[in-house]
């Protein structure tokens, strides 16, 4: 389903060119006399400089997936179980969400956490007493060996980033749990992970001592098939979104670096998470300005992980062969 929405997205960038030139050569030769031509040069030069950076980022792109990636993974597939996390943490945020979502991502998530095989504690961080007794009811239906633990925190509904503090300081008083070799997976109340998750992501950081953070590819999907064209329409601006997506992550990975530590599915060390600068840079990030003063950040948490797991001088990565599905629910007036 991905793969095709990539190549969609392919055929329509073909058919963008075509249209352009076609339409050029529809203008009228007025437009092509000798005082019109610096204009069409200028005009030109910007749309080389815009695409050669489209083509830039393709053969990068290209070469991590082909080359870098698929020898970490091979890498990571011939190793053993030494370089497997102590304890994994899955953190997730929830907020008003449908409850047909809610099953789905928690459903998804305890049995992917079954399946790892490594401890794990699942922190729920939530804001209303009905996403707790759902959670529980949940979890208590596939009866989960005694290494998965369920914890539940509950904030006021003070926004995202305040439900993630909470759930970092969490991992940070874990006891009896070695934080060097544990990881913590951060994940949206709309996000499903697909099987294997966890294990093709927290293995990579065994793998490499210096890395810090990592995330995966993502798709758009409904619930449901889309019942109208602009159901239809909806899914698929989405999904060459996220083609976009996939080419940009895969080409600044090349260079152990992401643009972003998105929040609907990254992973950090658990170390890092636990430290008190980083809780209070996701919690508390600002921006100072000589003139009107500070601004709290509201949204945007992920960026403050990145920065604060970069600043630090740690390594990130990009994961194309694990896929989360985010749902997008349509609101209709």
């Given at each position: 389903?991905?793969?095709?929405?990539?190549?969609?997205?392919?055929?329509?960038?073909?058919?963008?060119?075509?249209?352009?030139?076609?339409?050029?050569?529809?203008?009228?030769?007025?437009?092509?006399?000798?005082?019109?031509?610096?204009?069409?040069?200028?005009?030109?030069?910007?749309?080389?400089?815009?695409?050669?950076?489209?083509?830039?980022?393709?053969?990068?792109?290209?070469?991590?997936?082909?080359?870098?990636?698929?020898?970490?993974?091979?890498?990571?597939?011939?190793?053993?179980?030494?370089?497997?996390?102590?304890?994994?943490?899955?953190?997730?945020?929830?907020?008003?969400?449908?409850?047909?979502?809610?099953?789905?991502?928690?459903?998804?998530?305890?049995?992917?956490?079954?399946?790892?095989?490594?401890?794990?504690?699942?922190?729920?961080?939530?804001v209303e007493m009905a996403?707790?007794?759902?959670?529980?009811?949940?979890?208590?239906?596939?009866?989960?060996?005694?290494?998965?633990?369920?914890?539940?925190?509950?904030?006021?509904?003070?926004?995202?980033?305040?439900?993630?503090?909470?759930?970092?300081?969490?991992?940070?008083?874990?006891?009896?749990?070695?934080?060097?070799?544990?990881?913590?997976?951060?994940?949206?109340?709309?996000?499903?992970?697909?099987?294997?998750?966890?294990?093709?992501?927290?293995?990579?950081?065994?793998?490499?001592?210096?890395?810090?953070?990592?995330?995966?590819?993502?798709?758009?999907?409904?619930l449901k098939p889309p019942?109208?064209?602009?159901?239809?329409?909806?899914?698929?601006?989405?999904?060459?979104?996220?083609?976009?997506?996939?080419?940009?992550?895969?080409?600044?990975?090349?260079?152990?670096?992401?643009?972003?530590?998105?929040?609907?599915?990254?992973?950090?060390?658990?170390?890092?998470?636990?430290?008190?600068?980083?809780?209070?840079?996701?919690?508390?990030?600002?921006?100072?300005?000589?003139?009107?003063?500070?601004?709290?950040?509201?949204?945007?948490?992920?960026?403050?992980s990145l920065y604060h797991?970069?600043?630090?001088?740690?390594?990130?990565?990009?994961?194309?062969?694990?896929?989360?599905?985010?749902?997008?629910?349509?609101?209709?007036?």
């Open positions: 389903m991905y793969e095709e929405s990539q190549r969609r997205y392919f055929y329509f960038f073909i058919l963008y060119i075509v249209f352009v030139i076609l339409y050029a050569l529809a203008l009228p030769r007025e437009l092509f006399d000798p005082y019109q031509k610096k204009l069409i040069f200028v005009l030109g030069f910007i749309g080389i400089y815009r695409y050669s950076w489209f083509v830039l980022n393709n053969i990068r792109a290209y070469r991590y997936k082909k080359y870098k990636f698929r020898k970490v993974r091979d890498k990571e597939q011939q190793s053993g179980h030494e370089i497997d996390p102590q304890h994994l943490f899955l953190l997730i945020t929830s907020f008003r969400i449908s409850e047909s979502v809610t099953i789905k991502v928690y459903r998804d998530a305890i049995k992917d956490a079954i399946a790892s095989g490594y401890n794990v504690t699942l922190i729920a961080s939530i996403d707790e007794r759902l959670i529980r009811k949940i979890f208590l239906h596939f009866n989960p060996p005694e290494n998965i633990k369920l914890v539940i925190t509950r904030i006021k509904g003070t926004g995202k980033r305040d439900a993630l503090a909470a759930g970092y300081r969490v991992v940070a008083n874990s006891r009896n749990v070695n934080l060097e070799k544990s990881v913590v997976a951060v994940i949206d109340g709309d996000s499903i992970v697909t099987p294997g998750t966890f294990k093709k992501c927290s293995r990579l950081f065994g793998l490499n001592p210096k890395l810090g953070g990592l995330t995966t590819d993502e798709d758009s999907m409904l019942e109208t064209i602009h159901e239809y329409i909806y899914l698929h601006w989405y999904r060459y979104r996220f083609a976009q997506r996939n080419i940009s992550m895969s080409s600044v990975a090349l260079s152990d670096r992401v643009l972003t530590l998105t929040g609907r599915m990254s992973m950090i060390k658990a170390s890092i998470v636990a430290q008190a600068a980083f809780v209070d840079d996701v919690q508390a990030d600002s921006l100072s300005h000589w003139r009107l003063g500070v601004f709290p950040f509201l949204t945007g948490d992920d960026k403050s797991v970069m600043k630090e001088g740690w390594q990130l990565t990009y994961v194309p062969d694990v896929m989360v599905y985010t749902v997008d629910e349509l609101v209709n007036d």
